[in-house]
């Protein structure tokens, strides 16, 4: 083989070692990149699932307060009507006693 053709071959050689350094850095940039944004994807996640595992607890709160809050209604509802039964009652007795019935 001619001289110059065992340069061209270390040059051809050398040359395809520089592309692969290149491509090897460019890599490592990409996958540190591609870690740095899966990192806060990441904590974005959990961020997010924190927020909504508060929230479910805020509505089962206010569910509870509901069922409790109509709890109340229902009771002041039938102690109103027993005190109008007992009101209503009074009244029919005394109104026509001070009528002079």
């Known amino acids: ?11 051809a050689i050398d040359d395809l070692r520089k592309g692969q350094r290149a491509m090897l850095v460019s890599q490592g940039r990409i996958e540190t ?7 806060a994807r990441l ?13 479910r607890s805020d509505i089962q709160g206010l569910r509870e307060h509901r069922s409790f809050s109509r709890g ?6 039938a102690v109103g009507s ?3 039964g007992i009101l209503g009652g009074i009244a029919g007795q005394v109104v026509p006693h001070f009528l002079g019935g």
């Open 82 to 84: 027993m005190l109008a």
């Open 72 to 77: 109340q209604q229902a009771a002041l509802v």
């Open 1 to 11: 083989m001619p001289p110059d053709d065992i340069d061209d071959l270390w040059s």
């Open 33 to 39: 990149m591609l870690s740095e944004r899966c990192e």
């Open 43 to 55: 904590q974005r996640l959990r961020s997010v699932e924190v927020e909504v595992a508060q929230h």
